[in-house]
Structure formats: structure tokens, C-alpha cells
């Protein structure tokens, strides 16, 4: 599933492939991927101008004229083009928006999970999803204060903490594996048993490598690319992420690999220790 990283990779992408472009009209093959019926939603986007695209957590806001915004979840393998007019198109594109400079604007998914809803602008945030999440994974946004808060009041174990949207936004499989190696936290940590300097440590590390990866374009696993259909390059600085077996990048220790609330958890037994209680 495209994480933080990819999806602010895309949204830089689109800005310069498509903001102000004027959207003439939209083909909408698949119906289930938009909240309203495919005529309906078309000619609310007939001639309307992309204005800019926007981000919040991993939903991308394409900003409409006329007060409108598409808000588009890209789940787990979605993905935007942008082609020629007349080229044949692939048989996991499902909408088209066609552009006045004689371009299509193209959303293509292979397991048909990304959805678009189209709402008035300023209304965003009474999406499904976005009504309860998190703050941003950034210096002004994360605050150590709301940490040891939202933290103290949890007995959950730390890695499907870290994957709750509500919580933190944008955080994904890859950058909890990576963030809980980084600060030497087990991924089976109860969140309330975090000292303050492990808080500080883990706080510090989301942030840089959130930022290092969106640096990097993000991390391209199974089918993600940027808006201009190339692969990032974050997977190749991966520290822990799909090296099970392998030694740990720290210590030599082999990387072990479990199942943890459903989803694949590499760590280093050696690095990342379970601990009691730690006041500090």
C-alpha cells in the first residue's frame, strides 16, 4: 500500500504534470471507485481546472474550480499517468479525465480499491477516514506532548499502534518496521511501557525518515510509481523491511520476520529487546 512518501511523491508529480490544467471531460469505467453515479460525476467535472493538489496523511486532494475537491485514496495499488489522447488504454485504467491540451489524466488500479469522492471543498475532512485522523508525521505537527499523551493512555503493542491512521497519519508497514528498528524498539512493545527517551528517540526517527524517503520518491513495492510512471529508489535503503534472514545492518544478527496484527513484521532480536515498564 503506498505509504506517506509515495503518495506526497504523486502529489508533487501531478502538480507539475497537471495543475491548471482544464478537464474537458471523464470517462468513469469502473462506478464503484467514485461516491456518486458515473454521469453525475463527470459533468460535475466538465470543464472544471485542476487548480493544485493538495495532501493530507495518504489521500491526495486534487482542488477543483467551482469549489470542489476529488478526494482520492490510492489504497493499494493505485496509481496516476498522464498520456497522449488516443493512446490505447490498459485494462486496469478505470477513470479517465480528458485535458484540453489533448492529454488524459489517468487513474489506474490493478486490484480496484482506490476510490474518489468528490465533495465541496472544505468538506475533506467529513470523508470516511480523514474525520479521525492523526496529526502529520512532521517537526511542528508531532508533537513530543502529544506523544506521551495518545501513548500513556494505550496498552497496545507498539506496531499496530503505529499503523492506526488515527493516531499518527501516514505511517504504512515499511515505515513502522523501519522507524521501530531505527529507535531499537521491539514491534510487540506495549506503547504505555515507552520511556520518555525512547518516546524522543521514536519521535525523531519517524520524522527523519519520513522526510529521507520523500526524498527518495518513496519506496516501490509490488506496483507503486510516481505520477511519471518511474519506480522511487527508498527501497534500496531499506534497513530492515523484507530482510528476514538476513544480518542486521547494527549487529549481525539474523532479521527475523513474524506476523503481527495480520501483517508482516521484520525486526532484529538482538536490537530490539522486550522490556517492562521504564520510567524515566
Same mark, same amino acid.
Given at each position: ?12 508529480? #501531478? ?20 461516491? #456518486? ?8 467535472? @466538465? ?51 480528458? #485535458? ?48 506521551? @499523551? ?18 499518527? $497519519? ?5 515505515? $513502522? ?6 529507535? @531499537? ?65 547494527? &549487529? ?15 525486526? &532484529? ?12
Amino acid at each position: 500500500m503506498p505509504e506517506l512518501p509515495e503518495v506526497e511523491t504523486v502529489r508533487r508529480g #501531478l502538480t507539475e504534470l497537471v495543475a491548471g490544467s482544464q478537464v474537458t471531460s471523464v470517462d468513469v469505467l469502473y462506478p464503484k471507485m467514485v461516491n #456518486l453515479p458515473p454521469e453525475d460525476f463527470a459533468a460535475a467535472l @466538465k470543464d472544471r481546472t485542476i487548480e493544485q493538489i493538495d495532501r493530507r496523511g495518504k489521500y491526495l486532494f486534487l482542488r477543483m474550480s467551482g469549489h470542489q475537491t476529488i478526494v482520492s485514496h490510492l489504497r493499494m495499488e493505485g496509481n496516476y499517468d498522464v498520456q497522449p489522447e488516443g493512446t490505447p488504454l490498459t485494462k486496469h485504467t478505470h477513470i479517465v479525465f480528458h #485535458l484540453a491540451d489533448g492529454r488524459q489524466l489517468r487513474y489506474n488500479d490493478s486490484r480496484k480499491f482506490g476510490r474518489m469522492t468528490l465533495v465541496e471543498t472544505g468538506q475533506e475532512m467529513t470523508v470516511a477516514g480523514l474525520k479521525t485522523i492523526g496529526p502529520e508525521p512532521t517537526e511542528s505537527d508531532l508533537t513530543l506532548d502529544y506523544m506521551k @499523551k495518545i501513548f500513556s493512555k494505550s496498552r497496545k503493542v507498539i506496531k499496530p499502534f503505529l499503523l492506526d491512521q488515527s493516531k499518527i $497519519a501516514g505511517l504504512g508497514n515499511i515505515y $513502522a518496521d523501519e522507524v521501530l528498528w531505527l529507535s @531499537k524498539i521491539n514491534p510487540k512493545q506495549p506503547v504505555n511501557t515507552l520511556s520518555l527517551s525512547e518516546l524522543k528517540t521514536l519521535r525523531k526517527n519517524i520524522i527523519h525518515e519520513i522526510q529521507i524517503a520523500i526524498a527518495g520518491h518513496g519506496t516501490t513495492v509490488h506496483s507503486y510509481s510516481t505520477a511519471y510512471g518511474e519506480a522511487g529508489q527508498f527501497q534500496n535503503h531499506l534497513n530492515v523491511y523484507g530482510r528476514q534472514g538476513e544480518p542486521c545492518l547494527r &549487529c549481525g544478527t539474523p532479521i527475523k520476520k513474524i506476523k503481527l496484527a495480520q501483517r508482516g513484521t521484520h525486526f &532484529c532480536p538482538k536490537c530490539q529487546v522486550l522490556h517492562g515498564d521504564r520510567h524515566e
